[in-house]
């Protein structure tokens, strides 16, 4: 009944978008109601600003929008994207364009980069596990301007601690380069953490290895198939990014030096071997159930193999004692003083004989 009614509400989200003309800021995820907040990073070589701001203050707004024109790099991260009118305004406060305001919004968005005149859209899938271990996929749109990135997402958890610590710290190249290499840097950040959810994905399919092998039940079947459905979300959200880290390298745009794009080439090697590793994972998601159903087998043949052995001792002794119960009155044995029990001495000796056949034959 639970899968029914999300499907239903996924069909419904949907239906939302539909007849509206393209542009028009429509927020398709499920954290509705959610408030927005912006949290501000500022800095050049020699000092470095943090902020958080409450958007719905007008005063605060008008903040957001004066680091269009700063001199310093900008990293405006807006958390929280249910409130479209906000979205709406700030989109046309940067001037972007009404359909990538639009994407910014669409959770259900493929990962894309868009280049304008006056910046580069992306809309991209971060993966990380929450504390259960459990797979957590958020969509993020990253808007690199002249000095400015701008990031827009659903909850407050990313993976961008890493950038913003080397920025504190002065550890690395961001404080020394321009807007590109932090956009750089935050696309590298997502990426890197495929590996580990990838990694998870990996230890997930040897437990079921072993879980196969060792004891197959409906229940592990059930679990297969949850992690096939699994990787093929994972490889919807991650398969494309390597054609968009290409696609930035050979951008001819102003926004993106060929000093950065040395940077995003080996990102697109970090792309190549998580494509890589997802063909693998897939196809060894795939075996499994093929393993399962082999054990199944094996297990039902062993099964069989035990009954067809009690059967075959049973079978004669039960031609015996079905001679003997025969009642017909002239049975010669039948006035054996003794033929009780010379009857079963010959069946014990029977059963005794066929096991040290099937045992010599290996069939035991």
Known sequence: MSKKKTTHKKASIRHIKTGKSPGTVTYLGSREGAKSVVNIMEYNLQDIKESTL????????????AHKTSTSISWINVIGISD???????????????????????????????????????????????????????????????????????????????????????????????????????????????????????????????EVYDNPNPKTAHAIQDLKKEILRIRRFIYPVKELISKLIDSEHVL??????????????????????????????????????????NKMNEVMKVLTIMASIFIPLTFIVGVYGMNFEYIPELKYHNGYFYIWGLMIAIFIGLLFYFKKKGWL
């Open 54 to 65: 409450d958007v719905y203050a007008p005063s605060n707004f008008n903040k957001i929008i």
């Open 84 to 210: 479209e009118k906000f979205i709406e305004n700030l989109g046309n406060a940067f001037s972007l364009n009404p359909l990538s305001t639009e994407d910014a919004v669409n959770t259900h968005q493929r990962p894309k980069i868009d280049e304008y005149d006056n910046y580069i859209f992306g809309s991209f899938k971060m993966l990380y596990l929450d504390g259960n271990n459990e797979l957590v996929a958020e969509h993020v749109a990253i808007v690199l301007m002249e000095n400015t990135v701008l990031i827009l997402q659903e909850m407050p958890d990313d993976v961008f601690n890493s950038v913003r610590e080397r920025a504190r710290t002065k550890t690395g190249r961001i404080r020394t380069k321009s807007a590109d290499y932090l956009f750089f840097a935050l696309l590298d950040a997502i990426i890197d953490n495929y590996f580990v959810v990838l990694e998870n994905v990996n230890h997930k399919i040897d437990l079921l290895e072993e």
């Open 256 to 297: 993106i030096s060929d000093d950065t794009k040395i940077f995003l080439r080996d990102t697109m090697d970090h792309c190549t071997e998580i494509n890589d590793s997802l063909n693998i994972l897939r196809e060894m998601s795939m075996s499994l159930m093929e393993m399962y159903m082999s054990n199944i087998s």
